[in-house]
């Protein structure tokens, strides 16, 4: 299948690859004939390789809604996306949706896709984070000339969608690991470990990513590279990280960190690249 250039991510998204596909691309393995990625997040690398069968998973139940309706019906969003301002008062009053869950539940898949796509557009940074009941709470951004409605990239990824064969599920991502087919490729980008105290950010799920939680995917990993599975893991160089995949390959990249809300706390950061072949 030839690529688009068109599809690319239609969110920003914490953690986001995009800046760094220059650098990760030479690390994958030559041929991806079936890709997994169980945190899809913006889906940066997957739109970078488009693949022409993938498996996408994400907990984040409103992202994946935002890739079904795209796939589904992208005509429809653009049309719901048009209706939305740029205006601090809309902005709270549609952010605001999802605290009437009974308001909420009787919204449209489209309507709540055009939704995540309005606030993410709109809201400070890009950020997309929920508190612990799991609603939005990122503030007005307030920028001049935000792109709301970005047509063409939305149609070209729904087309995207709709000539490959993509899996898309909202589960635990052991789950997604266990039932993938041998010779498939699987690039892990997970919630990352905090490189302090005060970094921590797994605000784009209620319920976070711990430590042990960081235990538990590297032993799927483990049994990732027991069953002959390539995988490509991507992380903060922590110390942790680093003692935890020492068995493996591990690169240091550097990547350059946009989502603080503190201007002076965004600049280039270490990441590891881990992988199970060469």
């Known amino acids: 299948m030839k690529k688009n250039k068109l599809v690319a991510p239609v969110l920003k998204w ?20 079936t890709y997994c990625e169980p945190f899809i997040g913006g889906g940066a690398m997957l739109f970078h390789l488009q693949p022409n069968v993938a498996y996408i998973n994400d907990v984040n139940t409103e992202l994946i809604c935002v890739y079904r ?20 008062e809309q902005f709270y009053a549609v952010r605001d949706w999802d605290r009437d869950k009974v308001q909420y539940d009787s919204l449209t898949d489209i309507q709540k896709a055009a939704r995540v796509l309005y606030l993410n557009k709109t809201c400070f940074n890009g950020l997309y984070r929920v508190n612990n009941a799991g609603e939005f709470n990122t503030p007005f951004g307030n920028y001049r000339n935000p792109n709301i409605v970005n047509a063409p990239v939305l149609k070209a990824v729904s087309a995207y969608f709709n000539s490959a064969d993509i899996h898309m599920t909202t589960k635990d991502y052991a ?3 266990k039932d993938i087919p041998k010779g498939t490729f699987v690039y892990l980008d997970p ?14 799920a209620k319920g976070g990513f ?50 603080n809300s503190v201007a002076s706390k965004r600049g ?10 060469e």
Do not use: H, W
């Open 210 to 259: 711990s430590r042990e939680d960081q235990v538990r995917l590297k032993e799927c990993c483990d049994e990732l590279n027991a069953r002959g599975i390539k995988f490509m893991l991507s992380n903060s160089a922590t110390d942790f990280i680093k003692e935890l995949y020492s068995d493996y390959n591990i690169t240091i990249v550097e990547a350059k960190r946009s989502v």
């Open 14 to 33: 914490v953690g986001g690859k995009r800046q760094l596909l220059d650098t990760l691309s030479p690390l994958l393995p030559k041929t991806i004939k």
């Open 268 to 277: 280039n950061v270490n990441e590891v690249v881990v992988r199970n072949y």
């Open 175 to 177: 789950e997604v690991l």
């Open 69 to 88: 309706v795209i796939r589904d019906n992208v005509d429809e969003l653009i049309k719901e996306l048009e209706k939305f301002e740029n205006t601090s």
């Open 191 to 204: 919630p990352y470990d905090p490189v302090s105290d005060t970094s921590s950010f797994t605000g784009y």
